[in-house]
């Protein structure tokens, strides 16, 4: 196999030049960490990008999950969803939170607000959605719910960089959002994360847990931990800002490839589109139906084989991991939809690097896998 790896991902990168004036400053100003000046800078430039008031950087986004649960005193059961990364039930379990999964709505892959409300207990103190693959979460519903339940609303929102909905920035919903900046991400600072907030004494608060709960130099108010960014991954971030939007735009004529070439193809379905919805463009899923000649693992493997990258998210479920399938919401019987789609779903490579062979070449495994098949089904009949 001589062609180069098509990977499901890979990092939008600036000029390296660009990048060296930034770090001159902080080879100028000997400040690498603890909210030094790019760190302030970035955390104004994100609330203004992002249509917030308040926003916290962290080192990663499974710290800033770890700690929204903190900063909420969030205790008992929370309602999540099965068909995530797994960060999301492990934010819960380093918590000592007790995840409840229940199903998806088969069109979103999101949280079903019925099966929500379904699942509350006296012992449920919040729900945790995830607004997969950037599809708007039914916050509106989600709202309703935790309004009538009393519950907080934590959403891992690390698909959604710039999604609005309605014109409203999705970041902006629930009690507490969790944005991710990893290198997979629309929007990076190499590794790192944000919780975005309601009002300033939950920011001050969020901002004491991850700087080990120091307010001054002798006064410690939280058993805190270092949940810090540091000043590397917030330069580039700035940076990083200045190209995003061209990033996007990439990404969204890749989206139109897909979505144009696909719709042709007998067994292959995308997710509903959401009118809406402003999209980020981070992912493709593609959903492999029963009519197309082949299975799910049987194309993921015709990829491989062609050194194509694309993969299963999400596959396994959560619930199907070792530390969480003994519990009794992880029943397979009560996930029906979640079940379902990820025996079915494959993301296909997208990102702004890709080449128009590169493309035509994921779409050529596709194509041929069904006329292949196809023609031995028509020879047998």
């Known amino acids: 196999m001589t062609d180069k790896p098509i990977y499901v991902t ?13 770090l001159q400053q902080i080879w100028d100003n ?9 760190h302030q800078q970035l955390e104004q430039a994100l609330a203004d990008y992002l249509g917030v008031k308040y926003i916290s950087l962290f080192a990663n986004a499974t710290l800033a999950l770890v700690t929204a649960l903190q900063a909420l005193r969030i205790t008992g059961d929370v309602i999540t969803t099965p068909y995530s990364f797994v960060a999301t039930a492990h934010s819960l379990k380093w918590n000592g939170i007790r995840p409840i999964f229940v199903d998806i709505d088969p069109k979103t892959c999101n949280l ?13 103190t919040a729900i945790m959605p995830v607004h997969v693959y950037g599809t708007p979460c039914d916050v509106d519903a989600i709202e309703r719910i935790a309004e009538n339940y009393n519950l907080k609303v934590i959403y891992d ?16 919903f629930g009690d507490i959002s969790v944005v991710s900046f990893h290198a997979t991400k629309v929007f990076n600072t190499f590794e790192g994360g944000a919780i975005i907030c309601q009002d300033a004494k939950t920011k001050a608060h969020i901002d004491h847990l991850k700087n080990f709960g120091f307010v001054d ?3 410690v108010v939280a058993a805190g ?15 990083q800002l200045k190209h995003v939007d061209a990033a996007i735009a990439k990404r969204a004529q890749v989206n139109k490839f897909y979505t144009e070439r696909l719709r042709f193809v007998r067994g292959i379905s995308l997710l509903q589109d959401n009118r809406n919805h402003d999209s980020n463009y981070s992912y493709f899923p593609i959903l492999v139906e029963a009519d197309y000649p082949i299975s799910r693992d049987d194309l993921y493997n015709k990829f491989r084989e062609q050194n194509i990258m694309a993969r299963r998210y999400f596959y396994p479920l959560i619930s199907e991991f070792p530390m969480y399938r003994g519990l009794p919401s992880a029943n397979a019987g009560l996930l029906p939809n979640a079940k379902e789609i990820s025996s079915r779903v494959l993301c296909l490579p997208l990102h702004p690097n890709l080449e128009d062979a590169e493309l035509e070449r994921i779409m050529s495994v596709i194509i041929a896998c069904a006329k292949k098949h196809q023609h031995k089904r028509a020879a047998r009949n």
């Open 10 to 22: 890979q990092p939008a990168l600036p000029p390296l030049e660009e990048f060296i004036p930034y």
């Open 30 to 38: 000997k400040i690498l960490t603890n909210c030094g000046p790019f």
């Open 112 to 124: 079903d607000p019925a099966a929500i409300e379904a699942a509350i207990t006296p012992q449920t």
């Open 157 to 172: 929102a690390a698909h959604a960089f710039g999604c609005k909905v309605n014109g409203k920035s999705l970041c902006s």
């Open 217 to 219: 130099e002798t006064t």
């Open 225 to 239: 931990i270092n949940g810090k960014m540091s000043e590397i991954n917030a330069a580039f971030g700035m940076l």
